[in-house]
Each structure stands twice: as C-alpha cells, then as structure tokens.
C-alpha cells in the first residue's frame, strides 16, 4: 500500500508562471488536506477536499491559488502567476475519514526565481 | 492568532534519557490531538494521537499526555535514541464544523546526543 505521493519534490518556477502540485491519497483515502510550510515556520492548513468537493478553503490565499480533486486521477494544487513568496514546501496528506490521523506525502518544494 | 503552541523551539537531551516536548492550545473546541515526527526534507510522519476522552495515550517508547484543563499536551520519549533527532510537532483538530483539518504548533527540534 504505497503512501502518499507528490509530483514533483521540487519544482522551480519563474516569478509569473503557474504552477501545478499534484497529491495522489493512500488508497482507501477519500480525503485530502494541503498544507504550506513556509521558512522557519510550522505547516499552515490551506484547504480540505474530498471527492469532487472543496469542504473548506478558508487556508487558500484568496487569489491565484485553487485546488481540485477530480473524481479521476490526483488532487491538484495550482498557484498563478507565481511570486517570491510563494516559495515553500506544500505538503498533501490523506485520511480514510473524521477523526482519523492525516498521513502526509513527502512534499513538493516550490522555489520561485 | 497561534491557537497552537510549541514554546520551545529546540531542547537537547542525552541519550538514554527522557526526552519532553511541550504544547499547548487555547481553542476549547480541539478534541483530537496528534504529534508528528519531520525529517529535513521529508514529510512529517505521524508518531501518535490522543482523543479528548483520554488523558494518556502510550505506544512503546512514546507517551502522550493531556490535561485539558490546562490544555496542555505533552509528549514524552523514553529511552530517547540518537535516531530521534528531529522536529516534532503537536497538531490539533475538532470545532469548525466537519472539517477536522489539523492546526500545527510551529514545532521543536529534538536533538538527541550520543
């Protein structure tokens, strides 16, 4: 039973680019979390997604971030028009349900130059 | 607004003894507590949890405790091993409807000396 994979670990993008973070869950797990952690700092909650559904958004920026988790295939976090401060590790975790711990993939470390 | 808070940012402790990592919370909703284990480079991984109906959760080598009165939680490690040098983080979910998303302390490195 593979853990949860993140594509790619590191991604390097240009200030004004997009980029595209994909989290596939642990089998068996309908709910996905995103989760920044910026330098020197803990991980700060983005959003809460289960199939199709975005169940709590109230970590995402307002503007030029959104998420997805198609019925098909991984979840995607997508960042516009990329800027300095959008580099961070961004962690995906999955859980079978409530009241479950989270299991976390092994991140995408997102440098904006 | 830290509603989770690891005061600590780092503690050193001597192999073979007891290491005690401290957190605290200040949202009376939280009713499921975890702490997570990071590698630099890696994903956190997670150690052990404890429901609000507890008080004391114990897995081998690693014991939570928690007092809700004081909404404290701590963890504690015993014997500490060079291998568990890391940082550690308490991680809080419960209130806010049915999201259940996980509040992180800011996290304690654990150094752990030969």
Known sequence: NAGVMQNPRHLVRRRGQEARLRCSPMKGHSHV???RQLPEE???FMVYLQKENIIDESGM???RFSAEFPKEGPSILRIQQVVRGDSAAYFCASSPGQGYGAFFGQGTRLTVV | DQQVKQNSPSLSVQEGRISILNCDYTNSMFDYFLWYKKYPAEGPT???SISSIKDKNE???FTVFLNKSAKHLSLHI???QPGDSAV????ASGGSGSARQLTFGSGT??????
């Open chain 2, 109 to 114: 490195q654990l150094t752990v000396l030969p």
């Open chain 1, 33 to 35: 979390y995103w989760y």
């Open chain 2, 88 to 91: 550690y983080f308490c991680a």
């Open chain 2, 78 to 80: 015993v014997p500490s």
């Open chain 1, 61 to 63: 920026p307002k503007e």
């Open chain 1, 42 to 44: 803990g991980l700060k």
């Open chain 2, 59 to 61: 897995d081998g080598r």
């Open chain 2, 46 to 48: 997670f150690l052990i």
